[in-house]
């Protein structure tokens, strides 16, 4: 059973301001109640020199004493005493007794001094009190120094292994943390120790951090979650604070999990420049984390999981033996991992009959799991905007096509002339990878416009998931890429815009065969560039790379790219020109329908292509994506 955190006990400063005001109410009052009446200095005067004063006491500030009326009774009165030598002379001729006093004002020159400083610093410490609460108005600005990770207790833990799909190699390597965790003398006994660190790593949305909370969910330990940025602030030494009252809390809650997402943010390796300057806060952060690194034994039963999708960047340090010992790889998931995913989310969704996760796997390589959630998640959107019961396959169909190409765009009207280009453009896609054995078969060509600037898209559907390429297969790619222009110039003898998308990766795929691949007979089997690191698939720093070849090696890969997606595009206009009746009459087709599907295709095609009816077999009702970045042509 959990242990109830102390209520923290505080003074309550309210009441110290609440007595200090109803004293001097009381004082106010209490002088009233007295009778003392405060008369002008000029009045009391003229009561001296009528006689009418007695029982007169001089203090240092003041005059007290009684003033006769009219009926002889006296009637108490103070003034403020004004230096005037012959008022002693004139008290004296008068008779009129009088006596001076010592004033004794020690207490309320304390007090004037003393009380506002007291209620001052009482104000001071309510507000500093409210402040430093961290569900005060100031959520916690005054403990800058402490750590902002969330805690998790066992019950709070609600995630499993079970609640986690596609990943059953991370899950397998995780499971030994899990089982320290829960059986730690079975290592100790062995001289064994878990690893003191365990890194995360893979694409975005793959289910690193829900894999941190399994582990934690698993174990039955605290778990202790916070982000890299969060340790880093403006003020200097702040995140170093903050890493070391994390651990020193960690510890005293062991066994338990500390997990660190986007350690990028943290851990970015170290500048080499020295007018980049070495000792900024983010280093100083980082170097107490690899401190409190070396510094806990592994044994009491904390153990550092991280994440990130940039390990690329991360410091040396970090990664040596001793700190972030095990690596996980978190990676896509293939077609059967997708199919788990699948049914994870599909739990809570109403399904039709028609809805089968294996072929929406099929049609989805290159999607992880917060891609596959947002899926299901369209779908039963869609099928409720119809009001529908259930979610069909058709929904799942069309959440695809708005994931891969965008929402359509009803309300761009194109121009008659707009539209019959952008009719022959995508239909030379279409009708060359219908021509070519080795491409994906197409599933639909569609003129309507969808997402930023799409005007037409043809989709193709990958029969299963790839990892390697051929030559051959590449070059069919670009032909398939360069099918638009071609189209367009034996039709209208003039190119527009459209292609623009289509040449840059054929550009893409032609350089990347030259200086990745060796797949140029000139060049030979020699790389000029390295691959792009990291999972966020673009070489962010090729820019700063030093370019390890001549400037006439650059020439020749500059000519060789070139000629390749020449020879790509001689070949796509070549095919389309030798079935032109072919592409004007799928043209005229698509322009009356605006959408052909898979079965329309092979049925304009049947008598083109015979072999396709031997090879080729029914489409599935699902819309399937080209490549792995989900982008149609």
């Known amino acids: 059973m ?35 009446a405060k008369v002008p200095y000029s009045e009391f005067v003229t009561a001296v020199d ?58 309320r020159d304390i007090l004037s001094w003393v009380l506002p400083a007291v209620v001052f610093l009482g104000l001071w410490m309510f507000f500093l009190n409210r402040a430093t609460d961290k569900d005060g108005i100031m959520g916690g600005a005054m403990q800058v120094g402490r750590s902002k990770a969330r805690v998790y207790v066992e019950d709070q833990l609600t995630v499993r292994f079970d609640d986690v799909a596609g990943v059953d190699e991370a ?8 089982n320290f965790l829960k059986e730690p003398e079975r290592y100790r006994k062995l001289g064994g120790r878990m690893p003191k660190g365990v890194l995360l790593i893979g694409p975005p949305g793959t289910g690193k951090t829900m894999l941190a909370k399994a582990v934690a969910g698993e174990a039955g330990v605290p778990f202790f979650s916070i982000s890299g940025s969060e340790f880093v602030e403006m003020f200097v030494g702040v995140g170093a604070a903050r890493v070391r009252d994390l651990f020193q809390e960690a510890l005293k809650r062991t066994p338990c999990i500390i997990f660190i997402d986007e350690l990028d943010a943290l851990g970015k390796a170290r500048s080499a420049n020295p007018f980049a300057g070495s000792h900024d806060e983010k280093e100083q952060t980082l170097n107490q984390l690899l401190v409190e690194l070396d510094g806990f034994d592994p044994r009491q ?76 998640n369209e779908a039963a959107l869609l099928a409720a905007r119809r009001g529908g019961d259930n979610v069909t396959m058709a929904d799942f169909n069309e959440a695809i096509e708005r994931v891969v190409a965008g929402l359509q765009k009803k309300n761009r009207i194109l121009r008659p002339e707009e539209r ?29 416009p969808r997402g930023a600037g799409a005007l037409g898209y043809t989709m193709q559907r990958p029969t299963e998931d790839r990892f390697l390429m051929l030559r051959d297969e590449l070059e069919e790619r670009l032909v398939v890429l360069l099918g638009g222009r071609a189209a367009e110039m034996i039709i209208y003898e003039q190119a527009s815009t459209g292609a623009a998308d289509d040449l840059s990766k054929a550009t893409d795929i032609a350089r990347n065969m030259v200086t990745r691949f060796g797949m140029n007979d000139k060049l030979g089997l020699v790389t000029y560039e390295n691959e792009p690191n990291g999972f966020l698939q673009k070489q962010f720093m090729a820019t700063l790379d030093q370019r390890l070849y001549s400037d006439r090696t650059a020439s020749d890969i500059d000519e060789q790219t070139k000629q390749i997606v020449e020879d790509a595009y001689d070949r796509a206009y070549s095919m389309l020109n030798e079935k032109r009746h072919l592409l004007v009459n799928a043209a005229r087709l698509l322009l009356e329908k605006e959408t052909l599907t898979h079965d329309e295709l092979e049925e304009i095609v049947a008598s083109e292509f015979p072999w396709r009816q031997a090879a080729g077999g029914p489409g599935l009702d699902i819309v399937p994506i080209e490549n792995s970045d989900r982008k149609a042509v």
């Open 2 to 36: 959990e242990k109830e955190p102390e209520t923290k006990k505080t003074f309550p400063f309210w009441l110290l301001i609440l007595a200090v005001w109803s004293f001097f109410v009381i004082h106010g009052l209490w002088s009233d109640m007295r009778g003392i």
């Open 171 to 178: 899950k397998e390597e995780l499971q030994e943390v899990v």
């Open 50 to 107: 009528k006689g009418h004063v007695t029982d007169l006491v001089i203090t240092k500030d003041e005059v007290r004493g009684s003033i006769k009326q009219a009926d002889k009774t006296p009637q108490p009165f103070v003034t403020t005493r004004v230096e005037d030598p012959q008022m002693i002379q004139k008290l004296q001729a008068k008779g009129i007794k009088f006596s001076g006093l010592q004033d004794n004002n020690f207490l």
């Open 301 to 376: 039963g904390l153990i550092v999981l991280a994440a990130t999708n940039r390990p690329e960047i991360l410091d040396p340090a970090l990664l040596r033996a001793g700190r972030f010992d095990r690596q996980v790889l978190v990676d896509r998931p293939d077609k059967k991992g997708r199919i788990a995913i699948f049914r994870v989310h599909m739990k809570d969704v109403v399904l039709a009959s028609d809805v089968n996760p294996v072929v929406i796997a099929a049609a989805t390589p290159g999607f992880t799991g917060a891609d596959i959630a947002n899926l299901v």
């Open 420 to 448: 019959e280009r952008v009719a022959h453009h995508e239909m030379g896609h279409a009708l060359l990878a219908l021509a070519l054995p080795g491409s994906d078969p197409v599933h639909k060509v569609s003129i309507i």
